[in-house]
Nanobody
Framework: QAQLVESGGGLVPAGGSLTLSCAAS??????MAWFRQAPGKEREFVAA????????FYEDPVKGRFTISTDNTKNTIFLQMNSLKPEDTAVYHC????????????????????WGQGTQVTVSS
């Protein structure tokens, strides 16, 4: 059974850094991504990575501050988060799609069939 398990969340002061990890098991995925959900808000796209070719995609608020990457096995993805802001506070969820999502669909949460439980990131001001 496919499973995604996130780790690495925590409390960090504004301007600090955190690295999240998402370990995938049970199958391979064509596209993996990070979404986040703040209290009272919709779940929003953060970043995505396509397994074939390694293309990456970012939502505007995190461009230049966050980096999505994978390890050599491509079964684990990471989200390096630098220059964190209080507005980055949210539960961060790992998501995966079976296939290679097209560019216009990588930010669409409905395109992902697999989700992790999430890890809390809190940035203090």
């Amino acid at each position: 059974q496919a499973q995604l398990v996130e780790s690495g969340g925590g409390l960090v002061p504004a301007g600090g850094s955190l690295t999240l990890s998402c370990a995938a098991s049970g199958r391979t995925f064509g596209t993996m991504a990070w979404f986040r959900q703040a209290p009272g808000k919709e779940r929003e796209f953060v970043a995505a990575l396509r397994r074939q070719g390694g293309s990456t995609f970012y939502e505007d608020p995190v461009k230049g501050r966050f980096t999505i990457s994978t390890d050599n096995t491509k079964n684990t993805i990471f989200l390096q988060m630098n220059s964190l802001k209080p507005e980055d506070t949210a539960v961060y969820h790992c998501a995966a799609a079976s296939g290679r999502l097209i560019n216009t669909n990588v930010g669409n949460k409905s395109a992902y069939g697999y989700w992790g439980q999430g890890t809390q990131v809190t940035v203090s001001s």
